[in-house]
């Protein structure tokens, strides 16, 4: 009794540990995205970007941090001020909870430890992450609609049909891999990408699905709100959309949880479609195995990078070619993606 | 344990659904809504019904609940705005709901008697189990329902579209 309390706890004072790892692990990048972002937006542009705060600006995201925390925090007279504050927390614990499913890295079993690197091997991993996705919705909704703001409640609007137009495909792409792997879970999903077709090309799913995965991309920009399809904050036309009337930490919550999103979604991708932990070569011992996360991060960095070189480059959408492009081109893509992957893995066997 | 954990679910269910139907603003309703799903989804977690508890999530808090929200806040409503009605209507519903809540509490009472089968497997309401139950003993009321669901997607389109053709 007194053994399996001790091993319940052990496993309990781990799991605690890893989501204090991963919530500061999270913070930290999403912090340092806006640095990176920066200095992309730069280079793209032929500028130096920041490089005041410490050498080669590289304390710009603490200096942003002091400024977010020090400014006068506004509350407008006629919003409803209980979900006015109640909207960027929302967004922001929405953003956060979709790591837990993310497996890290491979189970570590061996000098008496069991080292599981995912706070939680649900077997519908993947639908929790479209749950939390769809869910995220609610945070830009009600502090748009609380602001009482036009321009706010235009914003939240434009989010919302968007997230919503958008989930529909990322869901449909999502089933043709469900169909290949035959798994929900994410750990299985990463476990079936491992090793290699004629032992070079990694059995990743980016090259059995590569139409599921583009669509997969472009709802993950749509969803986050990134440009080309960041309409629901266009200055042009919105002045700052759902956060115009928000400002100091809670205007920061807003900005921050977009670049949680964005971590998140880059680590689901590299999962998902680019063979997560797994690399050629994880196989030749123990101690490679413990590479898998440095890999997966490479991996995650990367597709954060591609999402700067994507904002930096392409021009923001119309909102009526946002909705052609969701509805009548990527709806129909992905079934015709899910059509084509029943077919082959009915002709060719598992 | 799990008993503790029902208990505080239930109780959280029944407190948010009151307060949807109390709470004067509209929008604090729909969020009280999804509160009361959230604990409904966390009893099919309690019965090992994972994928209902993320579909039920996704469904109603994500897409359903959405839509109200938006329909509400486009037209903004609040005490102001709304027409009062008068006290024949609320008579009425009283009376109405009144009359339900007889016929849901005389269906309940012979649940005593109701044997429920206690599940010696833990891992029935995993998704492997419901798809196997789905495509097996229900596909008759799984492909109707399917069906059901393409004429609805269609009719949806016919009346979406502004100058139809006949």
Redesign the interface.
Known sequence: MTALLLLISAVVIQKMALILILFVVTLGIAAYSTYGERKVAAFMQDRLGPDRAGPFGILQPIADGIKMFTKEDFIPRES?RM?FILGPGIFIFVALMTSAVIPWGTVFTGFGLHVDLQVTD???GI??V??FV??G??GI??GG?ASNNKYS?FG??RA??QM?SY?LAMGLSIIAIVMLSGT?SLRGIAEGQAGAWWGIIPQWNIFVQPLGFLIFFVCALAETNRAPFDLPECETELVGGYHTEYSAMKLGFFLFAEYINMFVSSAVISTVYFGGYNFPGIDAGWLWGLMGPVVLFAKTFFFIFVFMWIRWTLPRFRYDQLMHLGWKVLIPLAILNMVLTGGGSLLFGQ | MAQYIFLTLALLTVITALLMVFSKNPVHSVLYLILTFFAIAGQYVLLNAQFLAVVHIIVYAGAIMVLFLFVLMLLNLNEDSEPQKSSRWKIGAGITSGLLLVTLVGALKGSIQLQVPESSNPSVGLVENLGKVLFTDFVVPFEIAGILFLAAMVGAVMVGKRDLKV
Do not use: D, K, R
Request: proline share 0%; hydrophobic share 60%; charged share 5%.
């Open positions: 409803n979900l649900v077997n519908i639908l929790y479209m749950g769809s869910l919705v609610y909704m009600i609609w409640l939240a609007i919302s049909s919503i989930e929900l």
